[in-house]
C-alpha cells in the first residue's frame, strides 16, 4: 500500500487549499486520515473518514474549517482547508490503516499502518 499526499504550498491567512492523497492497494486501506506536524511540535491529528464512509472525526483546532472527503471514481481522499491561520502551517500527512477505525480510536497515529510523505503546508502574510 502507498499513499501519495500533495497539494501543499503557499497561502494566505483567510485563503483555502486542497489536499490530496492517492492511495494505492485502497483495499487494505479502510480508514485514512491526515496528520500534521509543525516545526518543533509533535504529530497532531487533523481529521479522519472511514473509505466507506459512517465514521467522520476532526481535530478540534480543524472543527468548522477543514472536510475529508474522496473521489468515489478514484482512490483519491481529500482534505479542504478553509480559513487557513497562521498555526495551521505544518507538514501534512496521510495515513491508511486496515481497520475499520470507530472515533475513539481513529486520533491516534499507531492505529494507523501506512504512512506517505509530507507535503508542506504554509499560511502566511
Known amino acids: 500500500v502507498q499513499l501519495q499526499a500533495s497539494g501543499g504550498g503557499l497561502v494566505h491567512p483567510g485563503g483555502s487549499l486542497r489536499l490530496s492523497c492517492e492511495v494505492s492497494?485502497?483495499?487494505?486501506?479502510?480508514?485514512v486520515a491526515w496528520f500534521r506536524q509543525a516545526p518543533g511540535k509533535g504529530r497532531e491529528f487533523v481529521a479522519a473518514?472511514?473509505?466507506?464512509?459512517?465514521?467522520?472525526k476532526y481535530g478540534d483546532s480543524v472543527k468548522g474549517r477543514f472536510t475529508i472527503s474522496r473521489d468515489y471514481g478514484k482512490n483519491t481522499v481529500f482534505l479542504q482547508m478553509n480559513s487557513l491561520k497562521p498555526e495551521d502551517t505544518a507538514v501534512y500527512y496521510c495515513?491508511?490503516?486496515?481497520?475499520?477505525?470507530?472515533?475513539?480510536?481513529?486520533?491516534?497515529?499507531?492505529?494507523?499502518?501506512?504512512w506517505g510523505q509530507g507535503t508542506l503546508v504554509t499560511v502566511s502574510s
Open positions: 473518514r472511514r473509505w466507506s464512509g459512517g465514521m467522520f
Open positions: 492497494g485502497r483495499s487494505t486501506s479502510n480508514t
Open positions: 495515513a491508511g490503516s486496515r481497520l475499520g477505525l470507530i472515533t475513539s480510536e481513529a486520533g491516534r497515529g499507531d492505529n494507523y499502518d501506512y
